[in-house]
T-cell receptor, first 113, second 112 residues
Framework: KAGVTQTPRYLIKTRGQQVTLSCSPISGHRSVSWYQQTPGQGLQFLFEYFSETQRNKGNFPGRFSGRQFSNSRSEMNVSTLELGDSALYLC????????????FGSGTRLTVV | GQQVMQIPQYQHVQEGEDFTTYCNSSTTLSNIQWYKQRPGGHPVFLIQLVKSGEVKKQKRLTFQFGEAKKNSSLHITATQTTDVGTYFCAVFASGGSYIPTFGRGTSLIVHP
């Protein structure tokens, strides 16, 4: 079966711009979570969507937002980019919740210059 | 908040040697998951432990959940170069937590 698909794989943006990342979960998986991975902070939870609703949210500023569509596909948006937003953004798909185990996408490598 | 510590941060071994990484929580856990991330890759789910004292094996990998459900270990017997990567634990606090807290990971480097 197809895995979790994230697009784009790489992005270079300038400070102050905004960016939208996309994630298509495994077919049948209804929960989509987003993580930020950096060498300094490790894997940090951004938010989780289930049935088009944000079910859980991490400790990130309001510049980070997301949504989920009726087909479970999800997008996350970062506005007013800062240099510190440079990171690998990972989408994690699970059947109902993280308790089922995550299947991660390959990630989007965002570089802010 | 949930505190989880993984030790060691890095481990260099010669191919064929054993390797162990430990995951320690400040609070009692309901369950724990382990993931492996190869260099340049993404985390891949390995296993989930739920019961106190549980031991699970996957070929050369042995996973253990502590009796008090506050710690866990991953042991690899006779490492191979294919074992290279970072091993993360992801812990769920007891009391119905649905979002895990990831440890910082242990990076395993295997020298041929």
């Amino acid at each position: 079966k197809a895995g979790v698909t994230q697009t784009p794989r790489y992005l270079i943006k300038t400070r102050g711009q905004q960016v939208t990342l996309s994630c298509s979960p495994i077919s049948g998986h209804r929960s989509v979570s987003w993580y930020q991975q950096t060498p300094g902070q490790g894997l940090q939870f951004l938010f989780e969507y289930f049935s088009e609703t944000q079910r859980n949210k991490g400790n990130f500023p309001g510049r980070f937002s997301g949504r989920q569509f009726s087909n479970s596909r999800s997008e996350m948006n970062v506005s007013t980019l800062e240099l510190g937003d440079s990171a690998l953004y990972l989408c994690a798909s699970s059947l109902v919740s993280a308790q089922d185990g995550y299947t991660f996408g390959s990630g989007t490598r965002l570089t802010v210059v | 908040g949930q505190q989880v510590m993984q030790i060691p941060q890095y481990q260099h071994v010669q191919e064929g040697e054993d390797f162990t990484t430990y995951c320690n929580s400040s609070t009692t856990l309901s369950n724990i998951q382990w993931y492996k991330q190869r260099p340049g890759g993404h985390p891949v789910f390995l296993i989930q432990l739920v019961k106190s004292g549980e031991v699970k094996k996957q070929k050369r990998l042995t996973f253990q959940f502590g009796e008090a459900k506050k710690n866990s270990s991953l042991h690899i017997t006779a490492t191979q170069t294919t074992d290279v990567g970072t091993y993360f634990c992801a812990v769920f606090a007891s009391g119905g937590s649905y979002i895990p807290t990831f440890g910082r990971g242990t990076s395993l480097i295997v020298h041929p």
